[in-house]
């Protein structure tokens, strides 16, 4: 008899340690996915806004860059529609990456 519940014992133990793992894996993976890189749209460089925002390349980045050294500092995350080939799509699969710093 004692016999049996050990090894009933060692079973359990045995199907619980997975689901153990499993719930640390799961917390690492949101931790992970919750970190947001800024991109700072009157100071950063057209290669950092290129790396970050997400459907922006390179000429685009050179692009806002350029509307920027033209027309002077963005006010709000919005302005950036005014930046040909930036649209309303674009700056909302941004929207939380994008930071209004302030210039000199």
Do not use: W
Not at 29 to 47: C, P
Not at 75 to 101: S, Y
Request: aromatic share 2%; hydrophobic share 45%; net charge negative.
């Amino acid at each position: 008899m004692l016999k049996k519940g050990i090894i009933t014992l060692g079973l359990a133990i045995s199907c619980l340690l997975p689901l153990a793992h499993a719930e640390d894996t799961t917390t690492e993976t949101a931790t992970a996915e919750s970190v947001v890189l800024h991109v700072d749209i009157n100071n950063d460089s057209a290669e950092k806004l290129a790396d970050l925002l997400d459907g922006v390349g390179l000429v685009r980045a050179e692009a806002i860059v350029a509307y920027r050294d033209e027309f002077g500092p963005f006010i709000a995350p919005e302005d950036l529609m005014n930046v040909q080939g930036i649209g309303p799509a674009t700056l909302e699969k941004n929207r939380d990456r994008i930071q209004v710093g302030m210039t000199d």
